[in-house]
């Protein structure tokens, strides 16, 4: 039996970001907020392979491998002010409000960034 590849799909920001505006307009900030980080980390398995993030890791300990992992290295700096402020929002009890959702735009434009700017191999000590 020949096994199937997979399509690889290219995460197309503009149209989450889109999904991001009308969950926004329809009044549920807390919700575009909480699919900027899904969209954070199918940003994650497209650029450094599925092993990065498994849905049982909270978001502390996803930034920890980010930061310790010998393949990712991500700045501290960049990655715990947003895991940070998405828990306060998410977690915390923090009013989702537009302000805070275009905090979290800014936020994952600096990881975006930082993630599509480095060319390093995909993750293979994720286990």
């Known amino acids: 039996m020949v096994k199937k590849k997979k399509a690889t799909v290219s995460l197309d920001l503009n149209e989450r970001m889109r999904r991001v505006k009308i969950l926004h307009q329809t009044n549920r900030t807390k919700e575009a907020i ?3 980080f899904l ?6 398995k497209e650029k450094y392979g599925p092993k990065v993030w498994k849905p049982s890791l909270t978001m502390q300990e996803l930034a920890i491998r980010l930061v310790k992992a010998r393949q990712v290295r991500m ?11 998405l828990e306060r929002v998410l977690y915390g009890g923090e009013p ?7 905090e979290t735009k800014q936020y994952f434009q600096n990881i975006y960034n ?14």
Not at 75 to 85: A, C, G, L, V
Not at 96 to 102: G, I, Q, S, V, W
Not at 114 to 127: G, M, R, T, Y
């Open 34 to 36: 909480a699919y900027i």
């Open 75 to 85: 700045d501290p700096e960049k990655i715990y002010p947003f895991i940070t402020h």
């Open 114 to 127: 930082v993630i599509k700017s480095s060319d390093k191999a995909p993750i293979s000590e994720l286990e």
């Open 39 to 44: 969209t954070f980390t199918d940003l994650l």
């Open 96 to 102: 989702a409000t537009a302000a805070k959702l275009e």
